[in-house]
């Protein structure tokens, strides 16, 4: 949540294609907290680009901007491994949704 916070967390990987349910321009909230249970909205963001590739072909820079603390695949292999309760392999394929904040000023009177 930290790393979201600061700025530092611009990209999530998501495992599966999901061009379909993300697409750039698309603005989305945000949030943490479990997948079934309650979650807070950090913020408002647009999303920048939407790839699709296998986990063993992430660059070291996407790897990053999910995880500012991750470097190798290895570490985002293992990552999503816990997530999604299942072993990830090179060959998975992957989603890397890139986004910017929206800063949201009050109206103007």
């Given at each position: 949540m930290d790393q979201?916070?600061?700025?530092?967390?611009?990209a999530t990987i998501r495992l599966g294609d999901k061009?379909?349910?993300?697409?750039?321009?698309?603005?989305?909230?945000?949030?943490v907290g479990h997948r079934h249970g309650p979650r807070q909205r950090?913020?408002?963001?647009?999303?920048?680009e939407v790839t699709c590739k296998r986990v063993g072909d992430l660059t070291q820079r996407e790897i990053e901007r999910d995880?500012?603390?991750?470097r190798l695949v290895e570490d985002t292999m293992q990552f999503l491994t816990h997530i999604y309760s299942r072993e990830i392999t090179e060959d998975?394929?992957?989603?890397?949704?890139?986004f910017?904040?929206?800063?949201?000023?009050p109206p103007l009177d």
């Open positions: 979201l916070r600061k700025g530092r967390k611009t061009r379909r349910k993300y697409e750039r321009g698309q603005l989305v909230w945000v949030t950090l913020f408002t963001a647009i999303i920048d995880n500012p603390e991750f998975d394929e992957v989603t890397v949704v890139h910017s904040e929206v800063i949201e000023f």
